[in-house]
């Protein structure tokens, strides 16, 4: 992959430097570690002299403007070479393209050169028709029909003066919408000043209903959010909205943009025989190439700037999931809700062994309730439960006041129950892994079982299903597939090496995320495990067939061993680092064992003292912070929300309550909660604090318990509105009775529509969105999806 340096422009290496702020040579070290195989995760806890402490937020940003900027140097050379073999490289093109900082850019200045199918310009240019254009424009005082006349040649397809004139303006046309300065100009402008526009077709008011928001629709470009762009495209892929990127406020006179292109050419009407026609043909060469290419670009940017902003909903939603608090080794009862199929129920235990299954019928139309009770009752004695984690889908709220009734008649037990998502569990259950992982069980039960585990930890029972098929974001159907993997994957590797592995219990899938380790090395792990027992010290992974010296690097310090023959493999000191612990040891005339945790003695030790040439100060630091609290697990405390009683469905709901709930889903628009009626509620962005929000994620995350009050129930179209701001008396102009609602925007002005929208535009999307979206009543109901 070429790493070529444009001129004018500097290294890669500095211009990511100059970006983010920091020196040239930390970005050099964690190139040249990237390249030499590092991972992010390794890098950033383990290299930290390397790169002169750079985070893993850092080091994502650099990696992703590192594969920008090679794909644009891949691309400049292929330029490049393409100009040189044409014959038209000169000095000064060759210093423009080396010196095209953007794709865009690149392209633009390419644009002339770039092989074409044969156009009219080329025709009129064959026909000799480009000594014309040239006299045209640089002599408006020549009256274009007499300068025609001399053009006409039959045998070369020009009939007459006008067909001359037709091949000149042709030829005009390409040089004006081939600039790569003016149209660089022009796509800024635009940006700055135009409006995406959007009106309903005729007909299609009632099939496109969820778009009404945007059926007489207009606002600039610069003040769309991620959500609106992608709503509106969406309604345009479905065949309900026309969109129309307008560069300007409509006015009568001329466009401006016409005449910065007559500008740039020395174009102005004098009164010359010349200047109406040149005057005329910057209007054609405007209204047909120009705004034609401006609108594809400024497009395909309103779209990339929207999926960046919803991939990064999405990753931050889905990071949040993944670090929930994590209820730990407790025998757990996973119930996967149901009407006609029945409740399907899996007891793991401790470890997450499927201890028992079982499939009951509380609800209609079997109604089984008392039986359903007593068998629940059986298991959890039988196999001390202390959990009952149930699926928020279908069922879940009649599934909890089952759970509910079970804890009242059975208090001896000490039972406690907790909703969980149940995003994805479906996914699971068909999946190959699954089908290894429990090969006898019945597809519809393997669903209880990951509920019940993913209380235990979500982290690692959700990196078994495919991040988008978790479903936390917005309109995820709609984005790039390869850029929302990309982000997604990262964000699953940061977290789990974050957290750190239990290398004897983890699964293939969890291990496939550590630093290092393929899936094709995880299920080498497991195998060895299997067939040799537990690994007894980290230096045994070397045995592991496949494993070489890079992968161990890589992997070594994010995977634990408890009570193996070394305390330090129980922490996130890596191997390489042993030296300097027992360095430690040696000055404190402790043993490894009791200077792990003796706060006192390591606070005592000054890390100066241990710095040598390859090890430095960040690093000393962070293994005498580590050794205080070997392998402590980043994700906050396990807890739960109290629903309040008799509050059951919608209708048990009114304004003015106070009630406690589980934060379920983020949007850009709000936060869907969980209050315990099946039915989610929506706070709309506005509703979350006192203070303006930008970022609803600045103030609540899915997994978050809040306190919130009602301030709106619409049962016909199960909305309900909360708000977080317990002292509101209602619902925020344009979001009564919808549950965050909001106005038409009409076109050209108005109050930009917030909520109603967002709602009606929900994607049917699978997942935790959709689920939220659907509990909230803005999707159909009968379609599940989990």
């Known amino acids: 992959m070429t790493t070529g340096t444009p001129i004018g422009v500097g290294s890669i290496e500095g211009r990511i430097a100059e970006e983010l702020g920091v020196r040239e040579r930390q970005v050099k070290a964690a190139v040249e570690l990237l390249d030499g195989g590092s991972t992010v995760p390794f890098i950033a806890r383990y290299r930290k002299e390397a790169t002169e402490m750079l985070d893993d937020a850092q080091l994502r940003t650099i990696e992703e403007r590192l594969r920008y900027l090679r794909e644009l140097e891949e691309r400049r050379t292929a330029i490049l070479d393409s100009v040189r073999e044409q014959g038209k490289l000169t000095e000064e093109l060759e210093a423009q393209i080396r010196g095209a900082e953007t794709k865009a850019r690149l392209e633009d200045i390419y644009l002339p050169f770039k092989p074409k199918r044969r156009t009219k310009a080329q025709i009129a240019r064959e026909a000799g028709l480009e000594p014309l254009a040239e006299g045209l424009l640089g002599d408006p005082t020549v009256d274009p029909l007499a300068a025609a006349a001399a053009f006409v040649d039959a045998d070369k397809g020009v009939a007459d003066p006008q067909a001359a004139l037709d091949g000149a303006r042709a030829i005009l046309t390409e040089r004006f919408s081939e600039d790569a300065d003016l149209i660089g100009e022009l796509r800024e402008r635009m940006w700055v000043r135009g409006r995406l526009a959007a009106k309903v077709k005729d007909g299609k008011e009632e099939a496109g209903a969820k778009f009404a928001d945007y059926f007489d629709f207009s606002e600039p470009f610069k003040e769309l959010p991620s959500h609106r762009v992608l709503a509106m495209l969406r309604g345009e892929k479905e065949d309900v909205l026309d969109l129309v990127l307008e560069p300007e406020e409509p006015t009568d006179g001329p466009s401006s943009y016409e005449g910065i292109v007559a500008h740039k050419f020395g174009i102005a009407d004098r009164g010359r025989p010349g200047d109406k026609w040149l005057k005329d043909t910057v209007r054609w060469a405007w209204r047909t190439r120009i705004l034609v290419h401006l609108g594809i670009d400024l497009r395909l940017r309103l779209r990339t700037a929207a999926e960046d902003e919803a991939v990064d909903v999405f990753a931050k939603n889905l990071r949040d999931l993944l670090l929930a608090a994590p209820a730990g080794t407790r025998a757990t009862l996973g119930l996967d809700p149901g009407f006609r199929t029945g409740v399907k129920v899996a007891v793991v235990d401790a470890t997450g062994k499927v201890v028992a299954t079982d499939v009951i019928y509380p609800h209609v139309p079997a109604n089984k309730w008392d039986e359903a009770l007593a068998k629940l009752a059986v298991l959890a004695a039988r196999h001390s439960v202390e959990l009952i984690a149930i699926g928020n889908g279908t069922a879940s709220r009649e599934t909890d006041k089952l759970a509910g009734e079970l804890i009242t008649k059975h208090p001896e037990l000490k039972l406690t129950k907790v909703m969980v998502s149940e995003a994805g569990a479906s996914v699971y259950s068909a999946s190959a892994f699954a089908s290894q992982e429990l090969p006898d069980m019945d597809v519809s039960l393997r669903g209880a079982v990951s509920i019940a585990r993913r209380l235990q930890d979500p982290l690692a029972e959700l990196v078994k299903i495919d991040p988008k098929s978790i479903g936390v974001g917005q309109y995820q159907h709609d984005l790039s597939e390869v850029k929302l993997s990309r982000s997604l994957d990262a964000v699953v590797e940061d977290c789990v090496n974050g957290v750190g592995v239990d290398v004897n219990t983890a699964s293939a899938p969890l291990l496939a995320r550590v630093s290092g380790i393929t899936s094709g090395l995880a299920e080498n792990i497991v195998s060895h495990r299997d ?103 980043p994700r906050p405390a396990f807890k739960t929300a109290t629903f309040k009683e008799g509050v059951e469905k919608i209708s048990d709901l009114a304004p003015g309550m106070i009630l406690e709930g589980v934060v379920t889903n983020v949007a850009a628009f709000g936060a869907f909660i969980d209050v315990g009626v099946h039915q989610d509620g929506l706070a709309h962005v506005s509703a979350l604090s006192k203070t303006f929000v930008k970022d609803p994620r600045d103030v609540v995350k899915p997994g978050d318990i809040v306190k919130v009050k009602v301030l709106d129930v619409d049962i016909p179209r199960k909305r309900i509105s909360l708000t977080l701001r317990l002292d509101d008396e209602k619902a925020p102009q344009g979001q009564q009775g919808q549950g965050g609602g909001g106005e038409r925007r009409q076109r050209g002005g108005g109050r ?21 979206l659907r509990r909230a009543g803005l999707l159909d109901p009968k379609k599940k999806g989990r």
């Open 531 to 633: 067939a040799n027992g537990p690994f007894k010290s980290r230096t045994e992974l070397k045995k592991v067939a496949r494993l070489g010296p890079k992968a161990y690097e890589q992997c070594a310090g994010f995977l634990r061993i408890r009570d193996g023959v070394d305390p330090l493999d129980a922490s996130s000191v890596h191997p390489e680092a042993y030296p300097v612990v027992r360095r430690m040891v040696k000055t404190s005339g402790q043993e490894v064992a009791s200077l792990i945790g003796n706060t006192g003695v390591l606070r005592s030790l000054r890390p100066q003292e241990f710095v040598d040439e390859t090890f430095g100060l960040p690093t000393v630091t962070d293994i005498l912070k580590e050794l205080e609290k070997p392998g402590r697990d």
């Open 752 to 772: 930009p529509p917030q909520q109603r929208q967002q709602q009606r535009q929900a994607p049917p999307a699978n997942g935790a969105m959709a689920d939220a």
